[in-house]
Nanobody
Framework: QLRLVESGGGVVQPGGSLKLSCVLS????????MAWFRQVPGKERQGVSS????????DYAESVKGRFTISRDNAKNTIYLQMNSLKPDDTAVYYC?????????????????????WGQGTQVTVSS
């Protein structure tokens, strides 16, 4: 059984930074492509960023390109999301997810298809 636990959320002022972490247990992280999603109550879930199992491919939503960086440490079974130049529109609950498809595709950030295991989420609030 796969389990994901996110951490690192909090309250930050506009222009500030946060680094989210997500630890996978139950299987080696290196077996999976991974992603971060976010959701605001009452709105659709949005794909933020994805990373291939070997970290040789990454993809980002247009709204976070140049500001967010996804990374992973397979030895620690952990993925990260470094968020810089945060804006109030980045306020959301952030979730990490496991991609159960064998092939990597950044386009599935939009549909969420294949992301079958999710963490409980961590709240990020950007406010002055």
């Amino acid at each position: 059984q796969l389990r994901l636990v996110e951490s690192g959320g909090g309250v930050v002022q506009p222009g500030g930074s946060l680094k989210l972490s997500c630890v996978l247990s139950g299987r080696p992280l290196e077996d999976y492509h991974m992603a971060w999603f976010r959701q605001v109550p009452g709105k659709e879930r949005q794909g933020v960023s994805s990373i291939s199992d070997k970290a040789d491919r990454t993809d980002y939503a247009e709204s976070v390109k140049g500001r967010f960086t996804i990374s992973r440490d397979n030895a620690k079974n952990t993925i990260y999301l470094q968020m810089n130049s945060l804006k109030p529109d980045d306020t959301a609950v952030y979730y990490c997810a496991v991609d159960t498809f064998p092939y990597y595709s950044g386009s599935r950030l939009v549909s969420g298809v294949g992301y079958d295991y999710w963490g409980q989420g961590t709240q990020v609030t950007v406010s002055s």
